[in-house]
Each structure stands twice: as structure tokens, then as C-alpha cells.
């Protein structure tokens, strides 16, 4: 849920609003009535995308004996294209 306040109120009240920002809630800054800016809260380390091993173990097929088979010419002719 997001709140609009105003600049010359979010000036009065910035430390309530962000501990409401911390406490999850996006707030929008209106100058003259139009939204203007967004604060919300940082995403913590927890949510930030950490890496797991192994997480698409039998997601993705992969044909290892694949990588040595020799490129087709269609291939070779896009990997000599210049960029």
C-alpha cells in the first residue's frame, strides 16, 4: 500500500515517514499535486538474491557430448559477422 504526501509535509514529517518506509510502505512525494518521487525501502541482504548451488539441477537438459560436436556453417558464419 503507498501513501501521497506533499514536500512541504514529508519536509515536517520526514523521520515518521521513514520509519514507515523501513516498515515496508511506499511513500510518494507530490509536488503540486503530481507524483514527484518514491521512497520505500531498501531490499535487505535476505531478499537480495542470494546464489544457490545446484538451483536448476534437473531444470535445464544439457548434452555434454554436444560442446564437441563440430559448429554447422550457419553458425560459423554468425560467429564471423563483425559486431
Avoid: C
Amino acid at each position: 500500500m503507498s501513501s501521497i504526501v506533499n514536500v512541504h509535509d514529508a519536509k515536517t514529517h520526514f523521520s515518521r515517514l521513514l520509519e514507515q518506509a523501513h516498515a515496508g510502505q511506499e511513500i510518494i512525494l507530490a509536488k503540486a499535486g503530481k507524483p514527484y518521487a518514491r521512497l520505500m525501502p531498501l531490499a535487505s541482504e535476505s531478499s537480495a538474491g542470494k546464489r544457490v548451488p545446484n538451483m536448476l539441477a534437473g531444470r535445464i537438459g544439457f548434452d555434454d557430448k554436444a560442446l564437441f560436436e563440430p559448429m554447422s556453417e550457419d553458425d560459423l558464419a554468425e560467429w564471423e559477422k563483425p559486431l
